[in-house]
């Protein structure tokens, strides 16, 4: 296949502004006339769905929750960044522009990263017009934070619960538009299909949770905005319930998935307890501006009380390896360093099969410094946190933290106006491959799924209706076609199957299993040689699970054991490809680091002559190997650079 | 620890149902309530019964989803925790728990621990926003609001909207929700323009779904998780009166 990424001509800086005034537009009397199908209702489904129902299209939107506002968004704590430099310290359009593209470790599109940064700040105005109510001084101005991997203060924050508060701005105008009637919305309803006729995307089919009722749904596009695969690793920061079906189920309909292998891990979640554990939990990023990262010097006085340790014997890991950026190095490098610690032997916390995995996040000095009011105002809620969750007060002795895996960068490989190579499917958020390269820098994600949502699908969606149907009369699919029913017989088939095999193992230690394999060989640090046995164990578990899973209840019913196991079987899919990807990357690179590939000092090392590119693979067919397709990246504005944080 | 649980069965919407005992062995302090309920369910499923239905998502007391009603009380009475943050070292070897799902009118039982909340935002929908499209808006800090206004709308945004309030309360009232949503926005100057539309809206919707009137027991106040003030039902009380003297008029 060939990628055509539809980069815009001309100047970089222009190109958004050139591209807005080409496209194609809608007349506002003909909107209503197509159906827009936009799945999840995140920050970027819930951003599209709203806007594009504001603009006049028909939007249908689903979700998995019993209400919108409980999409995996709402749990981010930390910031959200943009470019309105109002701390006067040197920030610019383009100085966003360059940490994103230098934070992904070279591997985004330039073009896409420019248009992010530019939007970044019609965000922040957007949200506060909805009522978001951001952290302010005592002028009645915004106030601004810095996150890892930068050295300004850009990130916008609403105490520790900012992507809550971005989400309900988001989930408040789309309860508008449903209020108003232009908005249908189904929650409680999962997509199990994407529908394709004429090699165009042209709708959906779901199930609704309640009831098991499985229905097909035409539209003139559908947007996909389904977040992260964290969860294919079983132990991550993510919401229980996020899943790869919906993209993965778009794979296999022709939308190809790019570049799986970056997955991000973060430096500060609550270290694992035990083996019921069932999620991990983050500690917000913004903590590293006050608390400082260390480990003893020697192995002996790990199980010692911090407090007995003299500064003489204590390694700031991160100020010791990154003087410039110290604790706020970026999140691969952070959690590379506590990995590193621990693999020693110099990790903290209980000993669980013989090691200790943890690292101290001390705050005694900024305690000291700003008094422990200060402190309790800027992070209480996630102090209370960590005490909820370990009965330990990080007042008083300092946290224990574990890198985690947190967010994907990889995702649906879209092109400038963020469609697929399944021309009408578009996919946004955390879903597609993004525009965060190898790495995401803190603070981003929201930023992203909130430019996709309310600043580039509601034009390039236009954008494409406008071109392929006729605006005064499109042709609607009827959901009496061939290609409906199929679909729909083919989700049904599936369902019947995960049923009647009634084995002997549950869905939950399956999804345990595989979350570990692909943990140990595919997690912090990767190899050839693990990769190979991945790619082996995994269609090997695969096997074991279409044989020996054991699915209680009907499917006309509320059945969440059948939900999960059907979520299940695509991760035990797709961590395949995840492999395979790592695999063919042969170079480090932001999250994916390969340990052949490391300089003296152990720090990562890209190859550009051979892995510029965003590697998309293309589902080829039952029992055949996905082929590889490669996007070039090409860099007009900036200079391949090695990512140093010294 | 190895505990006794008393829970709440219910196929569907239609049946009575009732309740049935579990063991729950082997439980550790450092699981979470959510976790013990997974090792239960695990072993329903792996004798071939199933599992017990009940509502999670983000288990990071954010989200909002889970709702379980533990010995008599929404959440399990741990100040500002939801169930999934509740942990079982609050609990001893050779308890009896008892688990419910929220009972409320207007939120109707699904299946075992499952309610539907649409409720909820349905009242949302009534008036709970500011009407903007995207763009077009005025510029971020062209607008400053003072710090303790903006600092109070934060203390009411914070509602995780999971209905515990409702659960808590004898008369099924959900003015602590409601008026945690008019309070947020009332407050910031971007929601004061529709300030009476809004209460008059949401309130509407309210009575329509059916939550009942606040005998102020401050019930509600004592299960959310978010420790959302009693306070803001006294400020949306003082809104709904000036609108509906200002409709009067
Ligand atoms: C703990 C935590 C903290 C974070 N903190 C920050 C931060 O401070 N700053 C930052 O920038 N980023 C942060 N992130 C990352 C950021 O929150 C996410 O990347 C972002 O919110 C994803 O948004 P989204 O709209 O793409 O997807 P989501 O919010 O995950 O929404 C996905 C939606 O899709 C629906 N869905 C999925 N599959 C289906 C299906 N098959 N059928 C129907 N519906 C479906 C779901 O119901 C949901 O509505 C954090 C992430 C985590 C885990
Ligand atoms: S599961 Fe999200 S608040 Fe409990």
């Given at each position: 296949?060939?990628?055509?990424?539809?980069?815009?001509?001309?100047?970089?800086?222009?190109?958004?502004?050139?591209?807005?005034?080409?496209?194609?537009?809608?007349?506002?009397?003909?909107?209503?006339?197509?159906?827009?199908?936009?799945?999840?209702?995140?920050?970027?489904?819930?951003?599209?769905?709203?806007?594009?129902?504001?603009?006049?299209?028909?939007?249908?939107?689903?979700?998995?929750?019993?209400?919108?506002?409980?999409?995996?968004?709402?749990?981010?704590?930390?910031?959200?960044?943009?470019?309105?430099?109002?701390?006067?310290?040197?920030?610019?359009?383009?100085?966003?522009?360059?940490?994103?593209?230098?934070?992904?470790?070279?591997?985004?599109?330039?073009?896409?990263?420019?248009?992010?940064?530019?939007?970044?700040?019609?965000?922040?105005?957007?949200?506060?017009?909805?009522?978001?109510?951001?952290?302010?001084?005592?002028?009645?101005?915004?106030?601004?934070?810095?996150?890892?991997?930068?050295?300004?203060?850009?990130?916008?924050?609403?105490?520790?619960?900012?992507?809550?508060?971005?989400?309900?701005?988001?989930?408040?105008?789309?309860?508008?538009?449903?209020?108003?009637?232009?908005?249908?919305?189904?929650?409680?309803?999962e997509m199990l299909e994407?529908?394709?006729?004429?090699?165009?995307?042209?709708?959906?089919i779901v199930r609704?949770l309640?009831?098991g009722e499985i229905?097909?749904?035409?539209?003139?596009?559908?947007?996909?905005?389904?977040?992260?695969?964290?969860?294919?690793?079983?132990?991550?920061?993510?919401?229980?319930?996020?899943n790869?079906t919906?993209?993965w189920r778009?794979?296999k309909?022709?939308?190809?998935?790019?570049?799986?292998?970056?997955?991000?891990?973060?430096?500060?979640?609550?270290?694992?307890?035990?083996?019921?554990?069932?999620?991990?939990?983050?500690?917000?990023?913004?903590?590293?501006?006050?608390?400082?990262?260390?480990?003893?010097?020697?192995?002996?006085?790990?199980?010692?009380?911090?407090?007995?340790?003299?500064?003489?014997?204590?390694?700031?890991?991160?100020?010791?390896?990154?003087?410039?950026?110290?604790?706020?190095?970026?999140?691969?490098?952070?959690?590379?360093?506590?990995?590193?610690?621990?693999?020693?032997?110099?990790?903290?916390?209980?000993?669980?099969?013989?090691?200790?995995?943890?690292?101290?996040?001390?705050?005694?000095?900024?305690?000291?410094?700003?008094?422990?009011?200060?402190?309790?105002?800027?992070?209480?809620?996630?102090?209370?946190?960590?005490?909820?969750?370990?009965?330990?007060?990080?007042?008083?002795?300092?946290?224990?933290?574990?890198?985690?895996?947190?967010?994907?960068?990889?995702?649906?490989?879209?092109?400038?106006?963020?469609?697929?190579?399944?021309?009408?499917?578009?996919?946004?958020?955390?879903?597609?491959?993004?525009?965060?390269?190898?790495?995401?820098?803190?603070?981003?994600?929201?930023?992203?799924?909130?430019?996709?949502?309310?600043?580039?699908?509601?034009?390039?969606?236009?954008?494409?209706?406008?071109?392929?149907?006729?605006?005064?009369?499109?042709?609607?699919?009827?959901?009496?076609?061939?290609?409906?029913k199929a679909a729909l017989a083919a989700v049904n088939e599936r369902l019947t199957r995960l049923l009647k095999i009634n084995g002997q193992r549950t869905v939950?230690?399956f999804h345990?299993?595989l979350?570990?394999?692909?943990?140990?060989?595919?997690?912090?640090?990767?190899?050839?040689?693990?990769?190979?046995?991945?790619?082996?164990?995994?269609p090997?578990l695969r096997e074991e699970f279409w044989k020996n899973v054991k699915v209680t209840g009907t499917g006309e019913e509320?059945n969440q054991d059948l939900e999960y196991a059907g979520r299940v079987a695509d991760f035990l899919e797709f961590?395949?490809?995840?492999?395979?990807?790592?695999?063919?990357?042969?170079?480090?690179?932001?999250?994916?680091?390969?340990?052949?590939?490391?300089?003296?000092?152990?720090?990562?090392?890209?190859?550009?002559?051979?892995?510029?590119?965003?590697?998309?693979?293309?589902?080829?067919?039952p029992g055949?190997?996905?082929?590889?397709?490669?996007?070039?990246?090409?860099?007009?504005?900036?200079?391949?650079?090695?990512?140093?944080?010294? | 620890?190895?505990?006794?649980?008393?829970?709440?069965?219910?196929?569907?919407?239609?049946?009575?149902?009732?309740?049935?005992?579990?063991?729950?062995?082997?439980?550790?302090?450092?699981?979470?309530?959510?976790?013990?309920?997974?090792?239960?369910?695990?072993?329903?499923i792996?004798?071939g019964?199933?599992?017990?239905?009940?509502?999670?998502?983000?288990?990071?007391?954010?989200?909002?989803?889970?709702?379980?009603?533990?010995?008599?009380?929404?959440?399990?009475?741990?100040?500002?925790?939801?169930?999934?943050?509740?942990?079982?070292?609050?609990?001893?070897?050779?308890?009896?728990?008892?688990?419910?799902?929220?009972?409320?009118?207007?939120?109707?039982?699904?299946?075992?621990?499952?309610?539907?909340?649409?409720?909820?935002?349905?009242?949302?929908?009534?008036?709970?926003?500011?009407?903007?499209?995207?763009?077009?808006?005025?510029?971020?800090?062209?607008?400053?609001?003072?710090?303790?206004?903006?600092?109070?709308?934060?203390?009411?945004?914070?509602?995780?909207?999971?209905?515990?309030?409702?659960?808590?309360?004898?008369?099924?009232?959900?003015?602590?929700?409601?008026?945690?949503?008019?309070?947020?926005?009332?407050?910031?100057?971007?929601?004061?323009?529709?300030?009476?539309?809004?209460?008059?809206?949401?309130?509407?919707?309210?009575?329509?779904?059916?939550?009942?009137?606040?005998?102020?027991?401050?019930?509600?106040?004592?299960?959310?998780?978010?420790?959302?003030?009693?306070?803001?039902?006294?400020?949306?009380?003082?809104?709904?009166?000036?609108?509906?003297?200002?409709?009067?008029?």
């Open positions: 296949m060939k990628l055509d990424a539809k980069i815009p001509a001309g100047p970089l800086a222009q190109k958004w502004d050139k591209h807005k005034f080409e496209m194609k537009l809608v007349n506002p009397a003909n909107r209503r006339k197509f159906d827009v199908i936009v799945i999840g209702s995140g920050l970027a489904g819930g951003a599209a769905a709203a806007t594009l129902a504001e603009q006049g299209y028909n939007v249908k939107c689903f979700c998995f929750q019993d209400s919108p506002r409980r999409a995996h968004s709402i749990a981010a704590q930390g910031g959200i960044n943009a470019a309105k430099n109002y701390k006067n310290d040197g920030d610019s359009v383009q100085r966003l522009f360059y940490d994103t593209i230098k934070g992904g470790d070279f591997r985004a599109r330039e073009a896409n990263v420019y248009r992010l940064a530019q939007v970044s700040v019609n965000i922040i105005d957007q949200c506060v017009a909805q009522g978001v109510p951001f952290a302010r001084e005592y002028g009645g101005l915004l106030d601004t934070r810095s996150f890892g991997g930068s050295q300004l203060q850009r990130t916008f924050y609403a105490r520790g619960q900012t992507g809550q508060q971005l989400l309900l701005g988001a989930y408040q105008s789309l309860s508008r538009q449903i209020g108003l009637g232009n908005v249908k919305m189904f929650s409680r309803t994407v529908v394709v006729a004429k090699g165009q995307a042209r709708g959906v609704d309640v009831s229905t097909a749904h035409s539209g003139h596009a559908v947007v996909l905005a389904t977040g992260g695969y964290g969860n294919v690793f079983f132990l991550s920061t993510n919401a229980k319930l996020c790869v919906a993209t778009a794979y309909k022709g939308a190809c998935y790019a570049n799986p292998c970056y997955t991000q891990i973060h430096p500060t979640c609550i270290p694992v307890s035990g083996e019921h554990q069932s999620k991990l939990t983050l500690m917000s990023e913004s903590l590293r501006n006050d608390g400082r990262v260390w480990v003893p010097k020697k192995a002996a006085d790990c199980d010692k009380d911090p407090k007995s340790i003299p500064e003489s014997d204590r390694d700031y890991v991160l100020e010791r390896k990154y003087p410039s950026f110290g604790n706020l190095a970026p999140r691969d490098i952070a959690s590379r360093a506590a990995k590193e610690a621990c693999d020693e032997g110099r990790g903290v916390g209980p000993l669980i099969d013989g090691k200790r995995l943890g690292v101290y996040l001390d705050f005694t000095d900024a305690i000291a410094r700003f008094g422990e009011a200060k402190i309790r105002e800027r992070y209480g809620n996630l102090f209370d946190m960590y005490e909820r969750i370990t009965g330990e007060n990080a007042y008083q002795q300092p946290m224990r933290i574990y890198p985690a895996v947190h967010y994907t960068m990889g995702g649906t490989w879209v092109d400038y106006n963020l469609m697929s190579t399944l021309p009408g499917l578009f996919v946004a958020g955390e879903a597609n491959f993004s525009d965060h390269g190898a790495n995401r820098l803190g603070a981003s994600a929201l930023m992203q799924g909130l430019a996709d949502g309310y600043f580039i699908l509601p034009y390039t969606v236009g954008n494409y209706l406008a071109a392929n149907y006729s605006a005064a009369k499109p042709e609607t699919l009827s959901t009496a076609a061939p290609e409906f939950l230690s345990r299993q979350g570990k394999m692909v943990w140990d060989k595919c997690g912090m640090a990767r190899s050839e040689k693990g990769l190979k046995e991945l790619l082996r164990d995994i090997a509320l961590a395949e490809l995840l492999a395979l990807d790592a695999l063919e990357r042969k170079e480090s690179c932001g999250g994916h680091f390969r340990v052949e590939y490391q300089d003296q000092e152990g720090e990562a090392q890209r190859n550009d002559d051979d892995f510029c590119h965003a590697a998309a693979w293309e589902y080829a067919g055949k190997p996905p082929i590889l397709n490669k996007e070039p990246l090409v860099f007009e504005d900036i200079h391949l650079a090695k990512r140093s944080y010294k | 620890m190895n505990l006794t649980l008393k829970v709440w069965r219910q196929k569907n919407a239609d049946d009575p149902g009732q309740f049935e005992t579990y063991d729950a062995p082997g439980i550790i302090p450092d699981m979470s309530f959510l976790e013990m309920l997974d090792v239960v369910n695990d072993q329903l792996a004798a019964k199933e599992p017990i239905a009940f509502d999670s998502d983000c288990r990071e007391g954010i989200c909002g989803t889970c709702s379980l009603v533990i010995n008599g009380t929404p959440h399990g009475g741990q100040k500002a925790t939801t169930a999934c943050q509740l942990h079982m070292r609050h609990f001893s070897d050779g308890d009896t728990i008892t688990i419910e799902p929220w009972r409320a009118r207007p939120f109707p039982v699904l299946r075992d621990l499952v309610v539907d909340r649409g409720a909820f935002d349905r009242i949302i929908q009534a008036g709970g926003f500011v009407s903007v499209n995207t763009g077009g808006t005025p510029e971020a800090n062209g607008l400053p609001v003072l710090k303790d206004d903006a600092d109070l709308a934060m203390d009411a945004a914070q509602c995780i909207g999971c209905g515990a309030c409702v659960a808590a309360c004898k008369n099924a009232s959900a003015m602590l929700f409601v008026s945690a949503k008019i309070s947020h926005l009332g407050l910031l100057p971007q929601g004061k323009v529709e300030k009476d539309r809004r209460a008059l809206k949401m309130v509407a919707q309210m009575d329509q779904e059916g939550f009942g009137n606040c005998t102020v027991t401050g019930s509600c106040e004592a299960v959310c998780p978010k420790e959302i003030s009693i306070n803001f039902i006294a400020r949306m009380n003082g809104d709904y009166a000036v609108a509906l003297l200002k409709q009067g008029a």
